[in-house]
């Protein structure tokens, strides 16, 4: 039987056991060892003393020669032996401490990882709880302490604190009483196109190469009150702003890093007059027209209230305030002025269009899930939800549209224009797209001004019809993608249709 040493992998001359582990080793490194790295044994954290060292005798005992001398080849074969003993000794330390520093490496590496995903996470919470401030700051008034004027001997005047979302609830009631009972006594203006005018209409003009090639498409189209400037939304990322008096492009909005999905003038529109874009990027900015002479409008805000994409926007009748939505259910109401959120809320459903009751205190909401809700903001609750297509295959509602008369709602889905009588919640009237030659989708319907006349759009055609019998006046044609339709002036005297090949087309009766 052959033993081998448990540090030099070879036969020991003097074998020795441990009593611990019962390991074998050579007694002369073994000894070595033990007296160089403390009294514990190779590889393992046993302590070893010298009972627990155990001689192997073999049979017969070796002799040992008497020590030679340095002068003699067995002294020199010694000395070899002694030093390969210590190199054995040495690399096996080595091959120790090489595991041990791996070891640690990993357990660095590790930790290392560990720490960067804690990072990570914190960072996020950080820019979370940042939006989240922003978001209450917005939201909330801040409340600044006001010092007592100076005042007579007996009396003293203090300023009062102006809450942003009780200003906004005075102002919509205010609104909604003065329009409702002008409403009452409202008549149809006298020269109102006539439905036997609108019958001759064709194309008047075309706008063609707006925006950017690049990104070709009109997303949305709002009019000015005098007819003359059109503002655009484009897939390019940019809202322009065009004047038919002058066939020119009077301004190019910039900043927005996604394609816009509405603009709106306010207070009316006009060159001295304030627009408001909202995009996919999340965010809604305010541009105030530049000060002087210059031509133009300049970013007065960007307001990053919503976390999803800004599906629509609608302008409040008293036009002090706008209301956006967005794709994740969240609403807001901003101030004309400054373009700060005064009042917010959120619906249970993802939302695809907004717009504003005539009167100003309902706030309509198309969801993807074929609904239309009635929101009464004051209470912030739903008040009606109308189920326009949750049983088709269509069912966002993209398009919604109030009536001036205040009770007329029309909603639109891919499949279908509905108008719906608010007093009793019920559809009026229907249209599907086998009533429409081309047959592709609806992309949109709009009441005109007076109320009294309705724009039905497909990709391929626009229809007007006249509310009273919803009877046909005129089926308009158009060469290009229909995307977005806006009555021009007061008086209906237009209609402008903005298109995907970056172009909007004029219809109008013949003179």
């Known amino acids: 039987m052959s033993f081998i040493c448990s540090l030099s992998g070879e036969s020991p001359n003097e074998p020795v056991i441990s009593a611990k582990t019962g390991r074998l080793y050579e007694s002369r490194l073994l000894q070595k060892y033990l007296s160089e790295n403390g009294q514990h044994e190779p590889q393992t954290t046993h302590a070893l003393t010298p009972d627990d060292i155990i001689p192997v005798h073999s049979d017969p005992p070796t002799v040992k020669p008497r020590p030679p001398t340095l002068t003699s080849i067995p002294a020199l074969l010694s000395t070899f032996q002694n030093e390969w003993d210590a190199l054995v000794l040495e690399t096996f330390s080595l091959k120790q401490q090489y595991h041990q520093v791996r070891q640690e490496l990993s357990q660095a590496l590790y930790q290392n ?51 942003p979302a009780q200003q906004y609830y005075d102002t919509a009631a205010e609104t909604a009483k003065t329009l409702s009972k002008g409403r009452v006594k409202r008549e149809v203006p006298a020269d109102l196109t006539s439905p036997e005018a609108w019958k001759t209409a064709a194309e008047s003009s075309v706008i063609s190469s707006l925006h950017s090639t690049t990104k070709p498409g009109i997303t949305a189209l709002d009019v000015d009150q005098s007819g003359s400037l059109l503002l655009t939304a484009g897939m390019d990322n940019h809202a322009e702003v065009y004047s038919r008096t002058t066939d020119t492009v009077v301004a190019t909005l910039k900043g927005h890093t996604k394609r816009l999905t509405s603009a709106l003038w306010l207070g009316g529109g006009g ?57 994740d259910g969240s609403w807001a109401v901003h101030s004309a002025e400054s373009g700060d959120v005064v009042v917010s809320g959120t619906v249970d459903s993802q939302v695809a269009g907004i717009a504003y009751h005539p009167d100003g205190v309902f706030l309509g909401l198309g969801t993807v899930d074929g609904f239309a809700k009635i929101l009464d903001i004051g209470q912030n609750q739903v008040l009606a939800t109308l189920d326009v297509a949750s049983g088709g295959e269509e069912k966002s509602v993209g398009g919604l549209h109030f009536s001036e ?76 993608t229909v995307a977005s339709v806006g009555w021009i002036g007061h008086l209906s005297t237009a209609v402008a249709v903005a298109c995907a090949e970056n172009s909007v087309r004029v219809y109008e009766p013949a003179q």
Not at 142 to 153: G, L, T
Not at 272 to 288: E, G, H, N, P, Y
């Open 405 to 480: 008369n205040g009770y007329y709602f029309a909603t639109v889905t891919r499949e279908e224009v509905a108008v719906w009588d608010l007093r009793k919640q019920k559809k009026v009237v229907a249209w599907t797209l086998a009533d429409f030659e081309d047959g592709a989708a609806f992309v949109d319907a709009v009441f005109d001004r007076s109320g009294k006349y309705l724009a039905v759009a497909t990709p391929g055609l626009v229809r007007l019809l006249r509310v009273k019998g919803w009877a046909t006046m005129v089926d308009l044609a158009c060469a290009d």
């Open 113 to 163: 990882d560990a720490a960067c995903r804690v990072v990570a996470r914190l960072m996020k919470e950080r820019d979370e709880a940042r939006q989240a401030l922003a978001t209450l700051q917005a939201q909330v008034a801040a409340v600044e302490p006001v010092a007592p004027v100076a005042a007579q001997p007996d009396t003293m005047e203090v300023d009062a604190v102006v809450d």
């Open 271 to 327: 060159l001295d007059a304030s627009i408001v874009t909202a995009s996919a990027d999340k965010s809604v900015r305010l541009w105030v027209s530049k000060p002087g002479n210059a031509a133009g409008w300049a970013k007065k805000n960007i307001v990053k209230h919503h976390n999803a994409e800004v599906v629509g926007l609608s302008l409040h009748p008293s036009g002090r305030y706008f209301a956006s939505a967005a794709s």
